[in-house]
């Protein structure tokens, strides 16, 4: 049987977050390579957002809320009642669809942990410096006063969040890197798992802001277009 | 019949968000006027993390991975199990134990729509200005030179996303409203929904910091308390 349409109805709704994440990304991998149209039912925004070319939104009695893109979905509910179902968090989901990569990321912060003081010194305008083991994978922040005084052992660094992967992940996980770290710096990973920058709070939300700019253009654009 | 613990075993996991909401809000309400130990049981972060006293992380087989009160889960996983089973929003969910209620609000951008080119002037240092209806209710963002000619009108206000309640709402509430706003300003209302003031992601950003600071602190001060 090779029916046109596949259903699916809640599938992952009573696994935990961690298994949950492998089979959306196994069903993601599936459904590129059939290309088949799945009707996927599930009550996780989340879920949805992420797996859904375009998602419906049912009110109370089946009726359709709206049917839209997920990243349009989060930028422009229909309703007070769609917006409401999108939760509160819709600002931070909506970052999902916001690349990384064009964040400026600085390197002068970054030290090993065995640098000497005139190396410390040299990256010292930083409040807080990333330090890294010999492989270059991140340890932990520090004052720089701290370290050239030797003072400062691993434990006693700070942590450092979970770092994100410039160009891979979103404005979403560089954002929640840079609210996870006590020194409000998110910490850029290569693919091994080795620092290549630093980014503060403050550099991920002007790139927050020009990334809506661009959709804003983008949108105008289109009107433009549609009007001519 | 009294028993001293009530089981419940994933009991919203079926309803969609707006409905689970409601009842979760129903059972810490219960809850706080029965004062009964509840076994909860869920997949869902959000919901453990908001519901519980304490909360277990249990691994493969049924081990005990970690049991924290939630803020702690949050900021100090055990290990890659625990830190991988919260999810790439930890961050973010931790903010939703920071109070708002410290946020400098600022006045002058927000000014009704009925404002003259004088009120307009004075309010104009700011990039944007929050445009609000005859009772102070929040109606979008404009560029000021746009206001003083004249030339907005309801429709080509820019959406002023989420607004937050200062005191009431967290943190994290702020910080999505200013992600979710094109101008990178959160917008903060009363119980009314009349805006009381404007606040810059930048501000929301220090004020996370702070709190990091300030809960660094308090575990310097238990430990010193632990070790005297």
């Given at each position: 049987a090779?029916p ?14 961690v ?12 459904q590129?390579?059939?290309?088949k ?5 599930t ?6 957002v ?11 009695g ?26 509160a968090?819709r ?10 990569g064009?964040l ?5 912060p970054?030290?090993p942990?065995?640098a000497d ?6 990256a010292?305008t ?8 010999a492989?270059?994978r ?9 370290l050239?005084a030797?003072?400062?052992d691993?434990?006693q ?8 992967r ?10 929640d ?8 710096w ?8 080795r620092?290549?920058g630093?980014v ?7 790139a927050i ?5 661009e ?11 549609a009007?001519?």
């Amino acid at each position: 049987a090779d029916p046109p349409v596949l259903l699916m109805d809640e599938p992952f709704s009573a696994v935990d977050p961690v298994v949950r994440k492998g089979l959306q990304e196994e069903l993601l991998r599936i459904q590129d390579e059939l290309g088949k149209t799945i009707v996927f039912v599930t009550h996780d925004i989340d879920e949805a957002v992420k797996l859904g070319t375009m998602v419906a939104v049912l009110r109370t009695g089946g009726h359709l809320a709206q049917f839209a893109p997920p990243a349009e979905l989060l930028s422009e509910p229909a309703d007070p009642f769609v917006e409401d179902f999108l939760g509160a968090d819709r600002g931070i989901r909506r970052l999902s669809f916001f690349a990384s990569g064009e964040l400026e990321l600085e390197t002068s912060p970054v030290v090993p942990i065995d640098a000497d003081a005139e190396r410390i010194s040299g990256a010292a305008t930083a409040p807080y410096l990333l330090v890294t083991d010999a492989d270059g994978r991140p340890l932990g922040w520090a004052e720089p006063e701290r370290l050239v005084a030797g003072s400062v052992d691993k434990g006693q660094l700070l942590s450092y969040g979970r770092p994100f992967r410039p160009g891979i992940d979103s404005l979403r996980t560089a954002l929640d890197g840079a609210v996870l770290s006590p020194t409000g710096w998110a910490v850029a990973v290569d693919g091994d798992g080795r620092a290549v920058g630093v980014v503060s709070q403050q550099a991920v939300g002007e790139a927050i802001r020009a990334a809506h700019d661009e959709h804003r253009t983008d949108e105008h654009r289109t009107d433009a277009k549609a009007a001519g």
